[in-house]
């Protein structure tokens, strides 16, 4: 199992911490041999659970050009090797006095009828630069074109309610990029369904969001990106700042996952638990821990705090 943003840097995060008690996770990873933390730093384009991810599906793990949307296009049956890939999350950039933040795209409430008809509008731009683009949810579209394929572009994750500046594709590699959002400030402006959700109470879509780039190794078996468990409860708590709401989730994590993994030890089933925060990844696992462990385990449970330190 896999926990994305197990721990951040937020002081709302530390705060919540130090009231957190995780029983179930405690008491397991005791029975299990701890890996060293792998840390990436705060400044890296993919987050350390996109490359523990990476790492997991035999994906290549260089920064900021992990091919996850070119998996996802080959896993659907699209002859992705080789070619570039990306997803493209439409999105709202609260621009401010001296800064641009990119708000949490959830918070578009932005359904696939308007999903479409945005992407309707904007595809002719983007062809202009050999990009297709197609329909996946209403906040993920998949786009192909052969500028992916060496782009390094930030994770979503590293970047919602956050400056945008930092985090845009760079150099010359990244120009059409830079450029295509501008246009679509532009065009997204004018565009008469943006008229009707801000009547409506709902932001407007005034730009987009380019993230998950690369291609696909020659060879690539797509059917080795399977059995991992990636835990979907933290991630948007954390973007979002309830770090309450986050703490309740992580101890409701605890109590169903913990106890279904210890279950699993039981049977004599491998175990793999990593945790993953915003600068690093920490693993424990049951292969190599032998009986001696289990009976230590009963002596000494370690602290939430020992488990998160690190990430």
Do not use: K
């Amino acid at each position: 199992m896999l926990v994305p943003f197990a721990m951040a840097a937020a002081e709302g995060a530390r705060t919540a911490v130090a009231g957190l008690r995780l029983p179930q996770l405690q008491r397991l990873v005791g029975r299990l041999a701890a890996q060293p933390v792998e840390s990436t730093g705060p400044d890296t384009l993919s987050t350390p659970h996109e490359r523990m991810l990476a790492r997991a599906y035999g994906l290549p793990e260089t920064d900021g050009l992990i091919p996850f949307a070119a998996l996802q296009a080959a896993q659907a049956g699209e002859p992705a090797r080789g070619e570039g890939w990306a997803w493209i999350t439409p999105g709202h950039w609260r621009v401010g006095r001296d800064n641009i933040v990119l708000a949490h795209p959830q918070e578009l409430q932005l359904d696939a009828d308007d999903s479409r008809t945005l992407l309707e509008a904007m595809q002719p731009y983007f062809a202009e630069d050999g990009i297709t683009l197609t329909f996946d949810a209403p906040l993920r579209w998949l786009a192909r074109g052969d500028i992916f394929r060496t782009l390094p572009t930030a994770s979503l994750d590293r970047v919602i309610g956050r400056r945008i500046d930092g985090w845009m594709p760079a150099g010359d590699a990244g120009r059409p990029v830079r450029r295509l959002q501008q246009e679509m400030q532009m065009l997204l402006y004018t565009l008469p369904l943006n008229d009707e959700r801000q009547r409506g109470g709902l932001l407007p879509v005034n730009s987009f969001w380019v993230s998950g780039t690369g291609a696909l190794p020659a060879g690539y078996d797509v059917a080795q990106a399977r059995g991992l468990q990636v835990s979907p409860y933290l991630r948007d708590l954390a973007l979002q700042g309830d770090w309450a709401g986050w703490a309740t989730a992580w101890q409701q994590l605890d109590a169903r996952e913990g106890t279904r993994l210890a279950g699993e030890l039981e049977r004599g089933r491998e175990v793999r638990i990593t945790l993953c925060g915003e600068t690093g990844a920490r693993s424990w696992t049951s292969a190599g821990a032998g009986g001696w462990r289990r009976w230590a385990a009963r002596l000494r449970t370690p602290s939430v705090d020992s488990l998160l330190e690190g990430l």
